[in-house]
């Protein structure tokens, strides 16, 4: 079975610099998609970027980027220019390429210090 | 845009009560899934759905009974509700693997927090 691991279980940045998420995975598969979500306060789960495990090239969305390591299985993220808006739960999660079933890892709670 | 919408958003319920709990759909996905959410634990699986009438075990279905009648709608019971069973409940959805679309990311509900006495 698969499994995320987020080793961090808190983190903090100060307004418009720059932090970086850790996510480690274990598989035996080589086809497999990679996601990071944002839950803030309002307990909505929002889609951040995601990530093909075929695509060696890293998976970028304006301010978010992710730094895909398929060989050492890490899948960390970057935020660069941190918002207020940014703090939340960020959760890792992986899903097999033949499967539909979404495997999370523990999350890792963002604050943003102004 | 409605997307995923579960009902209720809140409920307490005392030990052997049972309930549950609504999950509806408008963008005609053929996959649909219950999630459990505690501190330090991430999301988990409950139950899943890969088509109208199917549901499948996830990783943590004990207690836990589901439908999927219609394709929208997919329904988490719970018999008679347990302590451990507090918890904040997600309800999400996703296209079939079989329509060209595995890199679609799972649509998710707003949750539907639950404590149980």
């Known amino acids: 079975a698969q499994t995320v691991t987020q080793s961090q279980p808190e983190m903090s940045v100060q307004e418009a610099e720059t932090v970086t998420l850790s996510c480690t995975y274990d598989?035996?598969?080589?086809?497999?998609?990679l996601f990071w979500y944002k839950q803030p306060p309002s307990r909505q789960m929002i889609l951040v970027i995601r990530?093909?495990?075929?695509?060696?090239q890293n998976a970028t969305e304006n301010r978010f980027s992710v730094n895909f390591q398929k060989a050492a299985k890490s899948f960390s993220l970057k935020i660069s220019d941190s918002q207020l808006g940014d703090a939340a739960m960020y959760f890792c999660?992986?899903?097999?390429?033949?499967?539909?079933?979404?495997?999370f890892g523990e999350g890792t709670q963002l604050t943003v210090n102004p | 845009n409605a997307g995923v919408t579960q009902t209720p958003k809140f409920r307490v319920l005392k030990t052997g009560q049972s309930m549950t709990l609504l999950c509806a759909q408008d963008?005609?996905?053929?996959?649909m899934y219950w999630y459990r959410q505690d501190p330090g634990m991430g999301l988990r699986l409950i139950h899943y759905?890969?088509?109208?009438?199917?549901?499948a075990k996830g990783e943590v279905p004990d207690g836990y009974n589901v439908s999927r009648l219609k394709k929208q709608n997919f329904l988490l019971g719970l018999e008679s509700a347990a302590p451990s069973q507090t918890s904040v409940y997600f309800c999400?959805?996703?296209?079939?693997?079989?329509?060209?679309?595995?890199?679609?990311?799972?649509?998710f509900g707003d949750g539907t927090r639950l404590s149980i006495l």
């Open positions: 999400a959805s996703s296209y079939s693997i079989m329509e060209g679309q595995r890199n679609q990311p799972q649509h």
């Open positions: 598989t035996s598969e080589s086809d497999y998609y």
């Open positions: 990530q093909e495990a075929y695509k060696q």
């Open positions: 999660a992986y899903r097999s390429g033949g499967g539909s079933r979404l495997t």
């Open positions: 963008m005609n996905h053929e996959y």
């Open positions: 759905s890969v088509g109208e009438g199917t549901t």
